[in-house]
């Protein structure tokens, strides 16, 4: 059965430490992998990944694909209190239009 | 505002009466997808469609589930003889049509069955 597994599932740091989330996945025919932050209700889009080694940015966000180990992080640096969220991991796979979630890793960013 | 639009954001309700959520999906997109979370879960996918065709249904989607899209604009998602199991947050997606296309999400539907 297809499934993302993502670790830790909570997290709870100072403002300024730097975080990476992890996201595994196996499902057949992988097509892309996309990262959503979600705060109180509808989850946001934050990046999407197809190809391997290849890093996405935006501000402090980062994220890549490693295809040979069927994974994703996901980094924060100098995080801050507005970081705090639900980070979800879901992948595409061919075939198919539906996104596999993973349970997503609560982040905690404290003053 | 030009996301996605769900009403009602909450309903209560009794068991065994029926439910149904519409959602507005961004105007030039003609993928549309339903979801379902629970509490400490990820979303579950539901159903998809392209403009009106209803594409893909998940397993978890049993009989007392329907959903429409008679326009290929918005969509119904109605649950018959409601159950205290289908209490969760159900949420609607759309995106535009294309291999890779990121899914935006609206701000779901609370569903509370007592």
């Known amino acids: 059965e297809d499934k993302v597994v993502q670790s830790p599932l909570s997290l709870v740091v100072h403002e300024g430490d730097t975080v990476t989330l992890n996201c595994s996945y196996e499902?057949?025919?992988?097509?892309?992998l996309l990262w959503y932050k979600q705060e109180k209700k509808a989850p946001t889009f934050l990046f999407m990944l197809t190809s391997s080694g290849i890093e996405k940015k935006s501000g402090r966000l980062s994220s890549i694909l490693d295809k040979k180990e069927l994974s994703s992080i996901l980094n924060i640096t100098a995080t801050q209190t507005g970081d705090s969220a639900i980070y979800l991991c879901?992948?595409?796979?061919?075939?198919?239009?539906?996104?596999?979630f993973g349970k997503g890793t609560k982040l905690t960013v404290n003053p | 505002d030009t996301g996605v639009s769900q009403n009602p954001r909450h309903k209560i309700t009794k068991r065994g009466q029926n439910v149904t959520f519409r959602c507005d999906p961004i105007s030039e997109h003609n993928r549309l997808y339903w979801y379902r979370q629970t509490l400490g879960q990820g979303p579950e996918f539901l159903t998809y469609?392209?403009?009106?065709?209803?594409?893909?249904k998940s397993r978890l989607l049993s009989d007392r589930f329907s959903a429409e899209r008679p326009k290929g604009s918005f969509s119904t998602l109605e649950i018959q003889r409601t159950e205290q199991g289908d209490s969760a947050m159900y949420l609607c997606?759309?995106?535009?049509?294309?291999?890779?296309?990121?899914?935006?999400f609206g701000q779901g539907t609370r569903l509370t069955v007592v």
């Open positions: 879901a992948v595409y796979q061919g075939g198919s239009e539906k996104l596999v």
């Open positions: 997606a759309s995106s535009s049509f294309g291999q890779n296309t990121e899914a935006f």
């Open positions: 469609f392209q403009n009106e065709a209803q594409l893909e």
């Open positions: 499902v057949t025919n992988f097509r892309s």
